[in-house]
Protein backbone atom coordinates (compact mmCIF):
# COMPACT_ATOMS: atom_id res chain seq x y z
CA UNK A 1 0.00 0.00 0.00
CA UNK A 2 2.76 2.45 0.64
CA UNK A 3 4.81 1.60 -2.48
CA UNK A 4 1.39 2.00 -4.51
CA UNK A 5 1.19 6.06 -2.50
CA UNK A 6 4.85 6.52 -3.37
CA UNK A 7 4.26 5.46 -6.92
CA UNK A 8 1.04 7.81 -7.50
CA UNK A 9 2.81 10.48 -5.76
CA UNK A 10 5.76 10.25 -8.15
CA UNK A 11 3.86 10.49 -11.36
CA UNK A 12 1.38 13.58 -9.55
CA UNK A 13 4.85 15.01 -9.59
CA UNK A 14 6.52 13.95 -13.03
CA UNK A 15 2.90 15.35 -14.38
CA UNK A 16 2.96 18.24 -12.54
CA UNK A 17 7.08 19.00 -13.48
CA UNK A 18 5.98 18.78 -17.49
CA UNK A 19 3.23 21.07 -17.18
CA UNK A 20 5.38 23.57 -15.72
CA UNK A 21 8.06 22.87 -18.60
CA UNK A 22 5.59 23.22 -21.20
CA UNK A 23 4.21 26.21 -19.55
CA UNK A 24 7.89 27.88 -19.99
CA UNK A 25 8.22 26.75 -23.91
CA UNK A 26 4.72 28.34 -24.32
CA UNK A 27 6.34 31.13 -22.51
CA UNK A 28 9.51 31.30 -24.29
CA UNK A 29 8.15 31.11 -27.78
CA UNK A 30 5.85 34.05 -26.72
CA UNK A 31 8.49 36.29 -25.42
CA UNK A 32 10.50 35.42 -28.47
CA UNK A 33 8.07 36.31 -30.84
CA UNK A 34 7.18 39.58 -28.65
CA UNK A 35 10.92 40.25 -28.82
CA UNK A 36 11.38 40.19 -32.31
CA UNK A 37 8.39 42.10 -33.06
CA UNK A 38 9.52 44.91 -30.76
CA UNK A 39 12.74 44.71 -32.39
CA UNK A 40 11.04 45.34 -36.08
CA UNK A 41 9.09 47.99 -34.64
CA UNK A 42 11.79 49.99 -32.80
CA UNK A 43 14.33 49.88 -35.84
CA UNK A 44 11.49 51.89 -37.65
CA UNK A 45 11.55 54.33 -34.79
CA UNK A 46 14.70 54.54 -34.37
CA UNK A 47 15.47 55.85 -37.85
CA UNK A 48 12.41 58.28 -37.65
CA UNK A 49 13.80 60.00 -34.28
CA UNK A 50 17.29 59.40 -35.79
CA UNK A 51 15.96 61.00 -39.04
CA UNK A 52 14.59 63.43 -36.87
CA UNK A 53 16.87 65.01 -34.27
CA UNK A 54 20.11 64.21 -36.24
CA UNK A 55 20.27 66.36 -39.18
CA UNK A 56 23.00 68.62 -40.03
CA UNK A 57 20.00 71.61 -41.50
CA UNK A 58 16.67 71.88 -41.89
CA UNK A 59 16.03 71.77 -45.64
CA UNK A 60 15.71 75.27 -46.77
CA UNK A 61 14.80 73.87 -50.22
CA UNK A 62 11.16 73.31 -49.50
CA UNK A 63 8.46 74.81 -51.11
CA UNK A 64 8.21 78.05 -48.48
CA UNK A 65 11.82 78.60 -49.93
CA UNK A 66 10.03 80.68 -52.47
CA UNK A 67 9.36 83.30 -50.14
CA UNK A 68 12.15 82.70 -47.49
CA UNK A 69 14.05 85.61 -46.60
CA UNK A 70 18.06 85.69 -46.79
CA UNK A 71 19.86 84.37 -44.38
CA UNK A 72 21.90 87.48 -43.26
CA UNK A 73 18.42 88.73 -42.22
CA UNK A 74 18.12 86.69 -39.63
CA UNK A 75 21.79 86.32 -38.75
CA UNK A 76 21.41 90.62 -38.55
CA UNK A 77 18.22 90.29 -36.19
CA UNK A 78 20.23 87.69 -33.95
CA UNK A 79 23.31 89.50 -34.03
CA UNK A 80 20.99 92.62 -32.79
CA UNK A 81 19.24 90.70 -30.22
CA UNK A 82 22.56 89.81 -28.57
CA UNK A 83 24.02 93.02 -28.90
CA UNK A 84 20.81 94.99 -27.12
CA UNK A 85 21.69 92.13 -24.46
CA UNK A 86 25.36 92.45 -24.13
CA UNK A 87 25.26 96.46 -24.72
CA UNK A 88 27.33 97.42 -21.67
CA UNK A 89 30.49 95.71 -23.57
CA UNK A 90 32.45 97.93 -24.47
CA UNK A 91 30.64 101.03 -22.43
CA UNK A 92 31.80 99.10 -19.34
CA UNK A 93 35.48 98.66 -20.47
CA UNK A 94 35.77 101.93 -21.30
CA UNK A 95 33.69 103.36 -17.73
CA UNK A 96 36.97 100.97 -16.09
CA UNK A 97 39.61 103.20 -17.31
CA UNK A 98 37.94 106.17 -17.62
CA UNK A 99 37.32 105.70 -13.81
CA UNK A 100 40.65 107.00 -12.41
CA UNK A 101 41.50 109.68 -15.32
CA UNK A 102 42.52 108.91 -18.79
CA UNK A 103 44.76 105.98 -17.63
CA UNK A 104 47.32 106.55 -21.09
CA UNK A 105 44.77 105.92 -23.88
CA UNK A 106 44.93 106.99 -27.26
CA UNK A 107 43.97 110.67 -27.74
CA UNK A 108 41.26 109.99 -29.95
CA UNK A 109 39.38 108.38 -27.22
CA UNK A 110 36.52 110.49 -25.88
CA UNK A 111 36.21 111.75 -22.41
CA UNK A 112 32.51 110.51 -22.50
CA UNK A 113 32.70 107.31 -24.64
CA UNK A 114 28.85 106.09 -23.51
CA UNK A 115 27.60 109.26 -24.75
CA UNK A 116 29.58 110.03 -27.79
CA UNK A 117 28.08 110.96 -30.67
CA UNK A 118 28.89 108.88 -34.15
CA UNK A 119 29.84 111.13 -36.63
CA UNK A 120 31.55 111.32 -40.23
CA UNK A 121 34.87 112.73 -40.43
CA UNK A 122 36.73 114.40 -43.41
CA UNK A 123 40.32 114.13 -44.96
CA UNK A 124 40.93 110.32 -42.92
CA UNK A 125 43.71 108.44 -43.30
CA UNK A 126 42.92 104.98 -44.78
CA UNK A 127 46.61 103.36 -43.17
CA UNK A 128 47.02 104.09 -39.55
CA UNK A 129 49.80 102.23 -38.74
CA UNK A 130 51.15 102.69 -35.17
CA UNK A 131 52.76 99.49 -34.71
CA UNK A 132 55.21 100.47 -37.77
CA UNK A 133 54.49 97.14 -40.24
CA UNK A 134 54.96 99.63 -43.40
CA UNK A 135 56.97 101.41 -45.50
CA UNK A 136 55.86 105.10 -46.22
CA UNK A 137 55.87 104.04 -50.03
CA UNK A 138 53.91 100.54 -48.96
CA UNK A 139 51.50 103.14 -46.85
CA UNK A 140 51.08 105.23 -50.14
CA UNK A 141 49.68 102.38 -52.32
CA UNK A 142 47.59 101.12 -49.96
CA UNK A 143 46.11 104.44 -49.14
CA UNK A 144 45.23 104.95 -52.71
CA UNK A 145 43.77 101.42 -52.91
CA UNK A 146 41.44 101.75 -49.84
CA UNK A 147 40.31 105.52 -51.40
CA UNK A 148 39.44 103.77 -54.41
CA UNK A 149 37.04 101.31 -52.86
CA UNK A 150 35.51 104.23 -50.73
CA UNK A 151 34.67 106.19 -53.62
CA UNK A 152 33.60 103.39 -55.26
CA UNK A 153 31.01 101.63 -52.68
CA UNK A 154 30.77 104.26 -50.57
CA UNK A 155 31.44 102.49 -47.23
CA UNK A 156 34.36 103.47 -44.63
CA UNK A 157 37.03 101.38 -44.69
CA UNK A 158 40.59 101.83 -43.22
CA UNK A 159 43.71 99.88 -41.84
CA UNK A 160 44.88 100.43 -38.73
CA UNK A 161 47.81 98.70 -36.31
CA UNK A 162 48.84 99.68 -32.95
CA UNK A 163 51.28 98.21 -30.17
CA UNK A 164 49.18 97.81 -27.61
CA UNK A 165 44.86 97.86 -26.72
CA UNK A 166 45.64 99.40 -23.95
CA UNK A 167 43.27 97.02 -21.76
CA UNK A 168 40.86 96.48 -24.34
CA UNK A 169 39.53 93.68 -26.08
CA UNK A 170 40.87 93.70 -30.03
CA UNK A 171 36.91 93.81 -31.14
CA UNK A 172 36.07 96.92 -28.82
CA UNK A 173 39.03 98.86 -29.30
CA UNK A 174 39.07 98.64 -33.63
CA UNK A 175 34.98 99.38 -33.22
CA UNK A 176 36.01 102.43 -31.08
CA UNK A 177 39.12 103.70 -33.52
CA UNK A 178 36.48 103.49 -36.32
CA UNK A 179 33.62 105.30 -34.73
CA UNK A 180 35.37 107.67 -32.60
CA UNK A 181 37.55 108.83 -36.02
CA UNK A 182 34.26 109.63 -37.85
CA UNK A 183 35.20 106.44 -40.74
CA UNK A 184 31.94 105.57 -40.96
CA UNK A 185 29.32 106.55 -44.13
CA UNK A 186 26.14 107.11 -43.93
CA UNK A 187 22.96 107.28 -41.45
CA UNK A 188 24.14 103.63 -40.49
CA UNK A 189 28.19 104.56 -40.29
CA UNK A 190 28.62 101.39 -42.83
CA UNK A 191 32.23 100.47 -42.86
CA UNK A 192 34.80 97.88 -41.89
CA UNK A 193 38.36 98.29 -39.88
CA UNK A 194 40.78 95.50 -40.20
CA UNK A 195 42.67 96.25 -37.04
CA UNK A 196 46.19 94.08 -36.52
CA UNK A 197 47.61 93.78 -33.10
CA UNK A 198 51.59 93.35 -32.29
CA UNK A 199 50.49 93.48 -28.90
CA UNK A 200 52.95 91.41 -26.71
CA UNK A 201 50.96 88.04 -25.79
CA UNK A 202 47.54 89.63 -27.54
CA UNK A 203 48.81 89.38 -30.91
CA UNK A 204 45.96 88.86 -33.36
CA UNK A 205 43.53 90.53 -36.24
CA UNK A 206 40.07 91.39 -36.32
CA UNK A 207 38.07 92.30 -38.86
CA UNK A 208 35.28 94.65 -37.71
CA UNK A 209 32.34 95.92 -39.04
CA UNK A 210 29.23 98.24 -38.46
CA UNK A 211 25.79 98.97 -40.28
CA UNK A 212 25.14 97.39 -43.58
CA UNK A 213 28.71 96.28 -43.84
CA UNK A 214 28.01 93.35 -41.13
CA UNK A 215 25.29 91.94 -43.48
CA UNK A 216 28.25 91.81 -46.47
CA UNK A 217 31.08 90.78 -43.95
CA UNK A 218 29.20 87.26 -42.80
CA UNK A 219 31.23 84.33 -40.68
CA UNK A 220 32.04 82.78 -44.40
CA UNK A 221 33.25 86.03 -45.99
CA UNK A 222 35.89 87.34 -42.93
CA UNK A 223 37.03 83.83 -42.65
CA UNK A 224 37.74 83.76 -46.39
CA UNK A 225 39.70 86.57 -45.49
CA UNK A 226 41.21 85.33 -43.08
CA UNK A 227 42.32 82.59 -44.81
CA UNK A 228 43.67 84.55 -47.38
CA UNK A 229 46.31 86.45 -45.11
CA UNK A 230 46.99 83.96 -42.49
CA UNK A 231 50.05 82.46 -43.57
CA UNK A 232 51.60 85.83 -44.65
CA UNK A 233 50.76 87.65 -41.41
CA UNK A 234 52.27 85.00 -39.15
CA UNK A 235 55.12 85.25 -41.24
CA UNK A 236 55.77 88.66 -40.92
CA UNK A 237 54.70 89.72 -44.34
CA UNK A 238 52.75 92.48 -43.71
CA UNK A 239 52.65 94.55 -46.75
CA UNK A 240 52.00 91.10 -48.66
CA UNK A 241 49.23 90.28 -46.39
CA UNK A 242 47.24 93.85 -46.52
CA UNK A 243 47.59 94.06 -50.16
CA UNK A 244 45.92 90.75 -50.67
CA UNK A 245 43.17 91.74 -48.01
CA UNK A 246 42.35 94.92 -49.59
CA UNK A 247 41.91 93.13 -53.08
CA UNK A 248 39.87 90.81 -51.25
CA UNK A 249 37.73 93.59 -50.06
CA UNK A 250 37.27 94.79 -53.52
CA UNK A 251 35.87 91.64 -54.37
CA UNK A 252 33.54 91.07 -52.03
CA UNK A 253 31.82 94.47 -52.40
CA UNK A 254 31.76 93.72 -56.07
CA UNK A 255 30.25 90.39 -55.65
CA UNK A 256 27.48 92.25 -53.58
CA UNK A 257 26.84 95.08 -55.61
CA UNK A 258 26.96 93.41 -59.12
CA UNK A 259 24.77 90.68 -59.78
CA UNK A 260 24.56 88.33 -62.63
CA UNK A 261 22.88 89.63 -65.70
CA UNK A 262 20.49 86.59 -65.47
CA UNK A 263 18.63 88.75 -62.48
CA UNK A 264 15.97 90.40 -63.70
CA UNK A 265 16.59 94.60 -63.91
CA UNK A 266 15.39 95.66 -60.58
CA UNK A 267 15.69 92.77 -58.52
CA UNK A 268 18.15 92.78 -55.44
CA UNK A 269 18.40 89.98 -53.26
CA UNK A 270 19.96 91.55 -51.00
CA UNK A 271 17.52 93.35 -49.91
CA UNK A 272 15.03 91.05 -48.81
CA UNK A 273 12.67 88.36 -50.66
CA UNK A 274 12.67 88.01 -54.35
CA UNK A 275 8.98 87.68 -56.14
CA UNK A 276 10.05 84.55 -57.98
CA UNK A 277 8.66 84.43 -62.27
CA UNK A 278 6.14 81.55 -63.33
CA UNK A 279 7.93 78.58 -64.68
CA UNK A 280 6.51 76.56 -67.54
CA UNK A 281 4.90 73.08 -66.82
CA UNK A 282 7.55 70.71 -69.01
CA UNK A 283 11.62 70.94 -69.74
CA UNK A 284 12.82 72.71 -72.41
CA UNK A 285 15.59 70.64 -73.75
CA UNK A 286 16.92 73.46 -76.15
CA UNK A 287 18.09 74.90 -73.11
CA UNK A 288 21.43 73.94 -71.71
CA UNK A 289 21.33 71.79 -68.29
CA UNK A 290 24.95 72.13 -67.37
CA UNK A 291 25.80 75.50 -66.87
CA UNK A 292 29.49 75.88 -66.12
CA UNK A 293 30.41 79.36 -65.07
CA UNK A 294 33.44 78.24 -63.09
CA UNK A 295 35.18 76.06 -65.53
CA UNK A 296 35.48 73.17 -64.01
CA UNK A 297 34.27 70.43 -66.16
CA UNK A 298 36.35 71.57 -69.43
CA UNK A 299 37.09 68.00 -69.97
CA UNK A 300 35.34 67.44 -73.44
CA UNK A 301 34.02 63.69 -71.98
CA UNK A 302 33.46 64.82 -68.57
CA UNK A 303 30.78 67.28 -69.92
CA UNK A 304 29.29 65.17 -72.71
CA UNK A 305 28.79 62.45 -69.65
CA UNK A 306 27.26 64.54 -67.48
CA UNK A 307 24.86 66.03 -69.98
CA UNK A 308 24.08 62.40 -71.63
CA UNK A 309 22.91 61.91 -67.91
CA UNK A 310 20.79 64.46 -67.48
CA UNK A 311 19.10 64.56 -70.77
CA UNK A 312 18.32 60.62 -70.10
CA UNK A 313 16.68 61.98 -66.29
CA UNK A 314 14.74 64.10 -68.19
CA UNK A 315 13.43 62.14 -70.66
CA UNK A 316 12.98 59.58 -67.82
CA UNK A 317 11.09 61.94 -65.25
CA UNK A 318 9.86 64.55 -66.69
CA UNK A 319 11.15 66.63 -64.14
CA UNK A 320 14.18 69.37 -65.06
CA UNK A 321 17.75 68.24 -63.94
CA UNK A 322 20.43 71.35 -63.78
CA UNK A 323 24.07 71.59 -62.98
CA UNK A 324 25.12 75.32 -62.68
CA UNK A 325 29.23 76.22 -61.10
CA UNK A 326 29.81 79.53 -60.49
CA UNK A 327 32.91 81.45 -58.82
CA UNK A 328 31.03 83.88 -56.41
CA UNK A 329 27.16 83.38 -54.52
CA UNK A 330 27.47 87.01 -54.93
CA UNK A 331 27.32 87.18 -51.10
CA UNK A 332 23.92 85.09 -50.99
CA UNK A 333 23.42 81.87 -49.66
CA UNK A 334 24.31 79.23 -51.96
CA UNK A 335 21.08 77.11 -52.16
CA UNK A 336 19.23 80.88 -52.52
CA UNK A 337 21.64 81.46 -55.39
CA UNK A 338 20.71 78.05 -57.05
CA UNK A 339 17.41 78.32 -56.62
CA UNK A 340 17.09 82.08 -57.90
CA UNK A 341 19.18 81.27 -60.55
CA UNK A 342 16.61 78.01 -61.51
CA UNK A 343 14.05 80.28 -61.65
CA UNK A 344 15.04 83.60 -63.43
CA UNK A 345 16.27 80.82 -66.29
CA UNK A 346 12.97 79.36 -66.74
CA UNK A 347 13.43 76.36 -65.92
CA UNK A 348 10.33 73.97 -65.75
CA UNK A 349 8.18 74.20 -62.21
CA UNK A 350 9.43 70.22 -61.08
CA UNK A 351 12.72 69.93 -61.29
CA UNK A 352 16.32 69.56 -59.23
CA UNK A 353 19.48 71.98 -59.70
CA UNK A 354 23.04 71.16 -58.21
CA UNK A 355 24.92 74.31 -57.58
CA UNK A 356 28.88 74.72 -57.33
CA UNK A 357 30.34 77.44 -55.82
CA UNK A 358 34.55 77.14 -56.56
CA UNK A 359 37.17 78.32 -54.20
CA UNK A 360 40.36 80.31 -54.67
CA UNK A 361 41.97 77.20 -55.27
CA UNK A 362 40.94 74.18 -57.51
CA UNK A 363 40.75 71.85 -54.76
CA UNK A 364 38.31 74.03 -53.11
CA UNK A 365 34.30 73.71 -53.22
CA UNK A 366 30.56 74.32 -51.77
CA UNK A 367 27.79 72.93 -53.28
CA UNK A 368 24.11 71.92 -51.91
CA UNK A 369 21.22 70.77 -53.94
CA UNK A 370 17.85 72.64 -54.08
CA UNK A 371 14.45 71.13 -55.06
CA UNK A 372 11.65 72.96 -57.05
CA UNK A 373 8.15 72.42 -56.92
CA UNK A 374 6.61 68.48 -56.27
CA UNK A 375 10.37 67.39 -55.40
CA UNK A 376 10.56 70.54 -52.45
CA UNK A 377 6.82 69.40 -51.30
CA UNK A 378 7.71 65.43 -51.53
CA UNK A 379 11.38 66.90 -49.59
CA UNK A 380 9.91 68.49 -46.82
CA UNK A 381 11.51 67.08 -44.13
CA UNK A 382 14.27 65.58 -46.11
CA UNK A 383 17.52 67.20 -46.71
CA UNK A 384 19.68 66.39 -50.15
CA UNK A 385 22.76 68.55 -49.08
CA UNK A 386 23.30 66.70 -46.05
CA UNK A 387 22.93 63.35 -48.06
CA UNK A 388 25.31 63.95 -50.55
CA UNK A 389 28.70 62.59 -50.25
CA UNK A 390 31.75 64.73 -50.24
CA UNK A 391 34.28 62.15 -49.46
CA UNK A 392 35.20 61.73 -53.00
CA UNK A 393 35.66 65.24 -54.29
CA UNK A 394 33.79 67.31 -56.26
CA UNK A 395 33.00 64.70 -59.00
CA UNK A 396 32.11 62.03 -55.90
CA UNK A 397 29.49 64.57 -54.74
CA UNK A 398 27.82 65.10 -58.38
CA UNK A 399 27.47 61.37 -58.84
CA UNK A 400 25.78 61.16 -55.27
CA UNK A 401 23.64 63.84 -56.12
CA UNK A 402 22.66 62.19 -59.84
CA UNK A 403 22.33 58.84 -58.18
CA UNK A 404 19.71 60.49 -55.04
CA UNK A 405 17.63 62.58 -57.67
CA UNK A 406 17.04 59.30 -59.80
CA UNK A 407 16.50 57.37 -56.39
CA UNK A 408 13.67 59.65 -55.45
CA UNK A 409 11.79 61.07 -58.86
CA UNK A 410 11.41 57.37 -58.43
CA UNK A 411 10.25 56.18 -55.38
CA UNK A 412 9.19 59.55 -54.02
CA UNK A 413 11.89 59.61 -50.91
CA UNK A 414 15.51 59.19 -50.31
CA UNK A 415 17.09 55.99 -49.65
CA UNK A 416 17.55 54.85 -46.29
CA UNK A 417 21.30 55.75 -45.48
CA UNK A 418 23.71 52.83 -44.84
CA UNK A 419 25.07 53.96 -41.48
CA UNK A 420 21.83 55.28 -40.20
CA UNK A 421 20.35 51.62 -40.48
CA UNK A 422 23.36 50.08 -38.92
CA UNK A 423 22.83 52.90 -35.91
CA UNK A 424 19.23 52.29 -35.84
CA UNK A 425 19.53 48.41 -35.59
CA UNK A 426 22.02 48.76 -32.47
CA UNK A 427 19.87 50.80 -31.05
CA UNK A 428 16.94 48.45 -31.34
CA UNK A 429 18.90 45.39 -30.18
CA UNK A 430 19.70 47.28 -27.03
CA UNK A 431 16.54 48.67 -26.43
CA UNK A 432 14.38 45.01 -26.76
CA UNK A 433 17.46 43.41 -24.38
CA UNK A 434 15.77 45.75 -21.84
CA UNK A 435 12.37 45.40 -22.31
CA UNK A 436 12.65 41.63 -22.70
CA UNK A 437 14.59 41.49 -19.38
CA UNK A 438 12.48 43.18 -17.21
CA UNK A 439 9.44 41.03 -19.44
CA UNK A 440 11.26 38.02 -18.22
CA UNK A 441 11.27 39.01 -14.97
CA UNK A 442 8.00 39.98 -14.31
CA UNK A 443 6.51 36.53 -15.92
CA UNK A 444 8.84 35.00 -13.73
CA UNK A 445 7.98 36.34 -10.71
CA UNK A 446 4.63 35.41 -10.95
CA UNK A 447 5.63 31.97 -11.68
CA UNK A 448 4.24 29.17 -9.03
CA UNK A 449 7.01 27.27 -7.42
CA UNK A 450 6.53 23.51 -6.83
CA UNK A 451 8.16 22.76 -3.52
CA UNK A 452 8.21 18.44 -3.66
CA UNK A 453 6.90 16.99 -0.28
CA UNK A 454 9.85 14.66 0.03
CA UNK A 455 13.17 15.98 -0.32
CA UNK A 456 14.98 13.18 -1.85
CA UNK A 457 13.02 13.53 -4.76
CA UNK A 458 16.09 16.50 -5.65
CA UNK A 459 18.12 13.54 -6.39
CA UNK A 460 18.57 11.49 -8.61
CA UNK A 461 20.89 8.38 -9.11
CA UNK A 462 22.74 10.34 -6.63
CA UNK A 463 23.29 13.61 -8.83
CA UNK A 464 22.61 17.00 -7.68
CA UNK A 465 19.98 18.43 -9.69
CA UNK A 466 21.82 22.42 -10.04
CA UNK A 467 20.15 25.58 -11.21
CA UNK A 468 22.01 28.41 -12.66
CA UNK A 469 20.91 32.37 -12.82
CA UNK A 470 22.57 34.94 -15.23
CA UNK A 471 22.33 38.34 -14.16
CA UNK A 472 22.93 41.78 -16.51
CA UNK A 473 24.00 44.76 -14.89
CA UNK A 474 24.62 48.01 -17.15
CA UNK A 475 25.70 51.63 -16.81
CA UNK A 476 24.40 54.77 -18.62
CA UNK A 477 26.14 57.81 -18.63
CA UNK A 478 25.03 61.59 -19.95
CA UNK A 479 27.33 64.80 -21.34
CA UNK A 480 25.82 67.93 -21.14
CA UNK A 481 26.41 69.70 -24.25
CA UNK A 482 27.95 73.23 -23.64
CA UNK A 483 26.12 76.56 -25.49
CA UNK A 484 27.05 80.04 -25.04
CA UNK A 485 25.87 83.43 -26.93
CA UNK A 486 27.08 86.95 -27.24
CA UNK A 487 26.88 90.09 -28.75
CA UNK A 488 28.75 92.73 -29.16
CA UNK A 489 28.10 96.78 -28.92
CA UNK A 490 30.99 99.52 -29.49
CA UNK A 491 32.05 101.83 -26.24
CA UNK A 492 28.70 104.16 -27.14
CA UNK A 493 26.47 101.13 -27.58
CA UNK A 494 26.77 101.20 -31.63
CA UNK A 495 26.17 97.60 -32.96
CA UNK A 496 28.86 96.14 -35.17
CA UNK A 497 30.14 92.60 -35.43
CA UNK A 498 33.58 91.00 -35.82
CA UNK A 499 35.86 87.79 -36.36
CA UNK A 500 39.61 87.41 -36.73
CA UNK A 501 42.30 85.07 -35.48
CA UNK A 502 45.03 85.42 -32.97
CA UNK A 503 48.52 84.19 -33.14
Partial sequence: ?????????????????????????????FVGCLFFLLFIISIF??????????EDEPTPESASLAAQTPAWVDDAASEEAAGSAAQADGASEAAAYRADGNNGLPAWYPADPLHFPNFHGENLARVVDNADTLTPEQEKELTEQIENIVQKYNFGFVIFTDKSTHGFSMETYSVDFFLFNGYGLGDDFRGTVFFHSLEPGNRGWRTTSVGLAQQIFNYRVTNGL????????????????????VAGVENIYHDYFVLPAWYLAGVNPHEGPVNLPDLPSSPDMSKEHLIDNAGIFNDAATRRAIEEKITDFIKKTGNDLVVFTDTSTHNIPIKQYGRDFYYFNGFSKDGYIFVVRKGQDDSSYSSAAVLIGRPAELCQDCDFSARIDRENGLSGSLESFMGLTSFFAENERLPIDQDLLILAFIISAFINLIVTIIIMTVIKRSMTVIVPADADSYLAAFNLRTHWSKYLYKSV??????????????????SYSSSGRNY
Fill in 477 to 494: SKTRRQKSSSGSRSSNGT
Fill in 45 to 54: IAIAFIETFL
Fill in 226 to 245: DDLIDSDIRAGRHYEAYKKY
Fill in 1 to 29: MENNNTAGTEHSESSREKEEKQKKAVIGC
